[in-house]
């Protein structure tokens, strides 16, 4: 009796142990759906943008802080205009093509002309993509 009460005893002792490690090793492991909202989160698409748009025209210093300026400023154009209520979609969509059209007129008046060629292609393989 006493062998069986022993063996329960270490068998019970056994298992919290084996399920504490269990639990442990899962509270490592991230939660894919939470991992990825959290990457979403953390993501900054307007630097990843940038970071690119750098590379891809070979952007000086000042050149990339003035564009970066650009185009935070057209984030939050863009955004007031989609939420502003008493806007059809096409008004929204003319105004947007305004805003967008005007920052690439003075984008365009930052880069040189080697770049301007590469922004105007960047700019038409976009529009094919749509």
């Not at 009460?5 to 991230?30: D, K, M």
Request: proline fraction near 3%; aromatic fraction near 4%; hydrophobic fraction near 35%.
């Amino acid at each position: 009796m006493k062998k069986l009460g022993l063996i329960l005893l270490l068998l019970c002792a056994f298992s919290t142990v084996a399920e504490a490690q269990v639990n442990r090793q899962l509270s490592r492991v991230p939660d894919s759906h939470t991992h990825k909202k959290k990457q979403r989160a953390n993501a900054d698409p307007l630097g990843d943008f940038m970071k690119k748009l750098s590379e891809d025209l070979e952007l000086n210093s000042l050149q990339q802080a003035a564009i970066h300026d650009i185009f935070e400023r057209q984030v939050s154009q863009l955004k007031s205009i989609h939420e502003e209520p008493r806007m059809s979609d096409n008004e929204k969509m003319d105004r947007a093509n305004v805003i967008i059209d005007k920052n690439e007129e003075t984008i365009m008046a930052l880069l040189n002309p080697e770049q301007q060629k590469k922004f105007t292609e960047m700019k038409e393989k976009a529009k094919k993509r749509r």
